[in-house]
């Protein structure tokens, strides 16, 4: 490895190591698309480390604690602890939803109603433009009870977050990242091909023209 290839290696390091201690809702209120790219742009030095509202002044401590910072003070409250709700009545099963969905927690079928599995929400609010009936709500959801935080064998450093709530986004945004990756590169590569047949067919093409346009001057 060269010396650029260990500075890629440790950023990457070190951006796993905040992650860690972000708590993975990936509501996208810290201007990045979810919990990861906001962890590299801090680990790249592109971003403040105050910036994680679900996280509050735990997070913003916890990374302060990792780079040998001073804690700032959160630069926005913490959002109100939720949990979407779909109106079926008013549903079309448009799909729109679970496309927008971070932590793949809505289920349904096209042109079937759609419902949101509740304990898996984590309440991002990223379903809410995407709905064209406007049929997603928010309802408030109660932050786990201290007993079950503390009767874990791993606690999450936030009172409003179980670490398996926290694991599990993390594990699907990851899983939905690498499914949108694959779709992208299965687009480019049918378009390249398409790209491809369509350049031998000119090839083909012009050759026949040349061949024709030759045998019309020998019979002149
Ligand atoms: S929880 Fe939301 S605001 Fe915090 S890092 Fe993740 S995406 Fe950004
Ligand atoms: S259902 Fe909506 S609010 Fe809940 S996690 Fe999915 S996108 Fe976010
Ligand atoms: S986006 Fe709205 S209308 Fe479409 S499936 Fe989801 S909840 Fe139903």
Not at 14 to 42: K, M, N, S, V
Not at 133 to 161: H, L, V, Y
Not at 201 to 215: F, T, W
Request: proline share 7%; net charge positive.
């Amino acid at each position: 490895m060269d010396s650029s290839e260990d500075n890629a290696a440790a950023r990457e390091t070190l951006a796993q190591a905040i992650d860690r201690r972000l708590p993975q809702t990936q509501c996208e209120l810290c201007g990045h698309r979810g919990c990861l790219a906001y962890a590299r742009a801090i680990a790249a030095g592109r971003e403040e480390i105050n910036r994680c509202p679900p996280g509050g002044a735990v997070t913003t401590d916890a990374l302060a604690r990792l780079l040998g910072r001073a804690t700032p003070q959160p630069a926005a409250p913490p959002p109100p602890l939720q949990v979407a709700r779909i109106r079926e009545a008013d549903c079309i099963g448009c799909a729109l939803c679970i496309k927008a969905c971070p932590v793949d927690c809505i289920v349904g079928a096209a042109k079937l109603m759609h419902s949101v599995i509740a304990d898996e929400c984590s309440g991002c609010e990223l379903c809410l433009p995407a709905c064209p009936t406007d049929c997603i709500e928010m309802t408030p959801r109660a932050a786990p009870q201290k007993q079950e935080q503390d009767a874990r064998e791993a606690p999450s450093i936030w009172r409003e977050f179980t670490q398996p709530q926290v694991e599990k986004w993390r594990l699907r945004a990851a899983q939905k990242r690498a499914r949108e990756f694959s779709a992208r590169r299965e687009r480019a590569t049918r378009g390249a091909s398409q790209t491809g047949r369509r350049e031998l067919r000119r090839e083909i093409l012009a050759a026949v023209r040349r061949k024709q346009a030759g045998a019309a001057c020998r019979r002149a």
